[in-house]
Nanobody
Framework: QVQPVESGGGSVQAGGSLRLSCAVN????????MMWHRQAPGKEREFVSG???????TYADFVKGRFTAAQDNAKMTINLQMNSLQPEDTAIYYC????????????WGQGTQVTVSS
């Protein structure tokens, strides 16, 4: 399977913004749920946000009101607009593509680093 490919990470000061993008690289037949996860140093990977195959978005409580997920069907990408970033948002952010049954595909991107300084 071709991996999703993330871009847009970088370094920013607290209170700043970044926009992540993910080239989904999905096939034309299956329905997919797309998700963003993150992993901070010494911590487990955690869910951040998702867009399901019907376009509905979900967010972890710790990003509600600050992060916004959207999909660009023309570009076959999903984006994560991150505002009011805080040092605790520092992590590697991963894009995940998961197919709905009966398709079998659960593929992660390699991640993009987000660093927020105080």
């Amino acid at each position: 399977q071709v991996q999703p490919v993330e871009s847009g990470g970088g370094s920013v000061q607290a209170g700043g913004s970044l926009r992540l993008s993910c080239a989904v690289n999905k096939g034309p037949i299956c329905k997919y749920d797309m998700m963003w996860h993150r992993q901070a140093p010494g911590k487990e990977r955690e869910f951040v946000s998702g867009i399901d195959s019907d376009g509905r978005t979900t967010y972890a409580d710790f990003v509600k009101g600050r992060f916004t997920a959207a999909q660009d069907n023309a570009k076959m990408t999903i984006n994560l607009q991150m505002n009011s970033l805080q040092p605790e948002d520092t992590a590697i952010y991963y894009c995940r593509r998961r197919a709905r049954r009966p398709c079998l595909d659960d593929t992660w991107g390699q991640g993009t680093q987000v660093t927020v300084s105080s």
